[in-house]
């Protein structure tokens, strides 16, 4: 069974501070890996996606991510955080092969940017 | 192009009540999510459709849940009775169909359900 561990629920970081949001998941292979964000009253949004070749991945907004395999990690990060960038994002991953294209995400992680 | 729909936006019902969700997907997309988050818990699979046909209904966490997708094009969840611990906001995600790498799924905005 595959799990996804977000590390903090909340996170508050300085306007034009780095943001860094901790994932790490938990899979017998190594699965697709995927960063979503849902801003308020908002679906989720793909901000970027881990799925084979370069492990250093760059999103949207200036996200990127960077798949340690050796750590089972799949953290965010953005050098300068901007008021737009409150939200709450979400890792998770899902199993490489054909059959079930379930999601499994993790409990969330809430940005606050401080003015 | 418009994307996933869901309806209603809230629904606010007591318990041993009937409510109905509805999806609408974004046109084309063969594959049809359904997924739940529980207050303070992780957003959790329910089922995937793909066209009118289920796929994968591992999530669905009882028998008072019954998914359709008739004619493969919106979908509705039905909960009945529903119980207390059915309150949560649930999600709709739509993808294409076909042999890809993978297919990005894209969400609704969700129908946040309350069960009193």
């Known amino acids: 069974a595959q799990s996804v561990t977000q590390l903090g629920s909340h996170v508050s970081v300085s306007e034009g501070a780095l943001v860094l949001l901790r994932c790490n998941y938990s899979?017998?292979?190594?699965?697709?890996l995927f960063w979503y964000v849902q801003y308020p009253n908002q679906g989720l949004q793909l901000l970027l996606k881990?799925?084979?070749?370069?492990?250093l991945v760059k999103g949207i907004n200036g996200f990127e991510a960077e798949f340690k395999k050796s750590e089972t990690s799949f953290h965010l990060t953005k050098p300068s955080a901007h008021m737009s960038d409150a939200a709450e994002y979400f890792c998770?991953?899902?199993?490489?092969?054909?059959?079930?294209?379930?999601?499994?995400f993790g409990k969330g992680t809430k940005l606050s940017v401080i003015p | 192009e418009a994307g996933v729909t869901q309806f209603p936006s809230h629904s606010v019902i007591e318990k041993g009540q009937t409510v109905t969700l509805r999806c609408d997907p974004i046109?084309?997309?063969?594959?049809l999510y359904w997924y739940r988050r529980v207050m303070g818990k992780e957003i959790k699979f329910l089922l995937h459709?793909?066209?009118?046909?289920?796929?994968?209904e591992s999530g669905m966490p009882n028998n008072r849940f019954l998914a359709e997708r008739t004619g493969g094009t919106y979908s509705t969840l039905k909960v009945q009775p529903a119980e207390l611990e059915d309150s949560g906001v649930y999600f709709c995600?739509?993808?294409?169909?076909?042999?890809?790498?993978?297919?990005?799924?894209?969400f609704g905005p969700g129908t946040r359900l309350t069960v009193l």
């Open positions: 995600a739509s993808s294409q169909g076909g042999s890809g790498m993978y297919n990005e799924q894209f």
């Open positions: 899979s017998s292979v190594p699965p697709y």
């Open positions: 881990y799925t084979t070749g370069a492990t």
């Open positions: 998770a991953v899902r199993r490489i092969g054909a059959g079930s294209y379930q999601l499994t």
């Open positions: 046109s084309g997309h063969d594959n």
């Open positions: 459709f793909v066209k009118e046909s289920k796929q994968d």
